[in-house]
C-alpha cells in the first residue's frame, strides 16, 4: 500500500469547501491528501 500525496501547504476549511468535488481530498490539521477513487463493489444478489 502507498502513502496517501501531500499537499505541503497550509489549508483552511474555507479553502477545502471550494475545491473540486470530482478529486477527493481530505483535510487534517491544515495538509491536504489526495484520497484513493472509490471502488463500486457489486454485493451478491444485485
Known sequence: MTM???D???H???EY???PQET???LIDG???L???VVER???GR
Request: net charge positive; charged share 25%.
Open 12 to 14: 483552511t476549511y474555507g
Open 42 to 44: 457489486l454485493t451478491p
Open 17 to 19: 469547501r471550494t475545491w
Open 4 to 6: 496517501p500525496q501531500r
Open 35 to 37: 484520497m484513493a477513487p
Open 24 to 26: 477527493r481530498y481530505e
Open 8 to 10: 505541503d501547504r497550509y
Open 31 to 33: 495538509a491536504a491528501y
